[in-house]
């Protein structure tokens, strides 16, 4: 549903099962949210395979791919996949290219000695490479020698590249070169506020948030019901989304404290649990769903829980 504000997406849980990835696809489209993202986690399912998959078997829900790790493939061939996504399905494919996860990408042997210059070149190129530009580039990662997309495969609306980031030096290049910026779990209203100091958008940027989500008519049961992907929130690479909330100090003091993240998510207070996730009540998630939009979202998208992903995602549907 498209608000005067912003518009709602879901997230495509990672390890749903296979034989639901078309159902959940078909379902977000049917209850009207209007973006569906994908994941691309090490270990899990790639990003544009997921992506071709949910684009065929939908009409007119937009896809994005959030996000694709700038160290793992050329380029080049990465723009011929998404420009064949782009001219296949028009204007229904954003793509988000980010580092990834560094303990991931240092354990396949994909960790860039500056990875913000490799994402800057990445972007730069690829974005110049879907516009159907003639392209040389001679940088420190990337490298392209006179390659300019056949006319023939060009997608008649080029995809929005954004860049998934979160550390202070990251949002700035964002800002410099992407489309819009993708902001992992959990996103807060002032998290969205300082990140915006650190994109300095001189034009259009567009802001999407992740958030993990549950919607119930018993609060108590949603807020319980998020606990557990809550976990990794107290972890050094949440830090970032951490650090502008005025319980900081509080959260890390906690971390410190338990012996492990579930033992840290079973502890967060309720005041934190509601900040740090869209749960509770649909009017009251439909509250922070406003608050992020005021704040500068322009797409919000809710990752279900739970091990029942399409009933999650029939509640979260509550919100629309």
Excluded at 8 to 17: A, E, H, Q, W
Excluded at 134 to 143: A, I, S
Aim: with cysteine; aromatic share 6%; hydrophobic share 45%.
């Amino acid at each position: 549903m498209t608000t005067r504000d912003g518009t709602i997406g879901v997230l495509m849980p990672r390890d749903i099962p296979a034989g639901d990835i078309v159902a959940f696809a078909q379902r977000a489209e049917s209850h009207g949210f209007d973006e569906l993202w994908v994941v691309e986690d090490l270990g899990y399912r790639g990003g544009l395979a997921q992506a071709a998959t949910v684009l065929a078997a939908t009409t007119g829900i937009r896809v994005g791919v959030g996000l694709l790790p700038a160290a793992a493939r050329n380029v080049a061939f990465t723009a011929m996949e998404i420009a064949t996504l782009g001219q296949l399905h028009p204007g229904r494919i954003d793509i988000a290219v980010g580092h990834g996860m560094p303990p991931w990408m240092r354990g396949v042997g994909a960790w860039p000695a500056s990875p913000l210059t490799l994402l800057a070149e990445y972007i730069t190129v690829l974005k110049r490479l879907l516009s159907g530009q003639l392209v040389h580039h001679d940088g420190q990662y990337v490298r392209i020698d006179g390659l300019q997309l056949h006319a023939g495969a060009l997608p008649t609306r080029v995809p929005a590249v954004l860049a998934g980031v979160r550390g202070p030096r990251s949002l700035a290049v964002s800002g410099d070169v992407a489309d819009g910026t993708l902001l992992a779990e959990p996103v807060t209203p002032a998290y969205v506020r300082q990140a915006l100091t650190h994109i300095a958008p001189g034009r259009p940027h567009r802001l999407v948030a992740y958030n993990i989500a549950s919607v119930d008519d018993d609060p108590t049961a949603a807020q319980m019901a998020v606990r557990p992907a809550l976990a990794v929130v107290g972890e050094p690479d949440w830090r970032p989304h951490i650090t502008p909330l005025p319980f900081h100090d509080e959260l890390v003091s906690l971390r410190s404290r338990c012996d492990s993240p579930q033992e840290f998510a079973r502890s967060l207070p309720d005041a934190w649990v509601r900040q740090l996730a869209v749960a509770g009540t649909p009017p009251q998630a439909r509250s922070q769903l406003t608050d992020l939009f005021d704040a500068g979202v322009g797409s919000v998208v809710l990752a279900p829980v739970g091990t029942d992903y399409l009933a999650s995602l029939n509640s979260l549907a509550a919100v629309l």
